[in-house]
């Protein structure tokens, strides 16, 4: 069974800094392409970022380009994403996801993602 844990999130003000992580029990998890989405109260959960398996292709939505880094250790089963330029609109629930299929391209659909977090609170003050 393919569990995953997220880490990371607080409290942070607005302009700062956090770097969340998700460690993903099993052997197989260099062949999974890695997805961060978060959901704010009352709205949809949205794609964020993610990485492909081998770490040469990334995706970002244009809300956190520039600000946001996805990246991977394939060695200890973990993802990152490293948050920086925080602002209150970031504030969410943010979830790490896995997909099983190989592939060079990035999923951003969240029903392309077969396995995923409980997820971790991610709040920016103004």
């Known amino acids: 069974q393919v569990q995953l844990v997220e880490s990371g999130g607080g409290l942070v003000q607005a302009g700062g800094s956090l770097r969340l992580s998700c460690v993903v029990s099993?052997?197989?998890?260099?062949?999974?392409?890695m997805g961060w989405f978060r959901q704010a109260p009352g709205k949809e959960r949205e794609f964020v970022a993610g990485i492909n398996w081998s770490g040469d292709s990334t995706s970002y939505a244009d809300s956190v380009k520039g600000r946001f880094t996805v990246s991977r250790d394939n060695a200890k089963n973990t993802v990152h994403l490293q948050m920086n330029s925080l602002k209150p609109e970031d504030t969410a629930v943010y979830y790490c996801a896995a997909d099983r299929r190989i592939s060079v391209v990035v999923a951003t659909r969240e029903s392309e993602y077969d396995y995923w977090g409980q997820g971790t609170q991610v709040t920016v003050s103004s």
């Open positions: 099993g052997r197989t998890f260099r062949s999974y392409a």
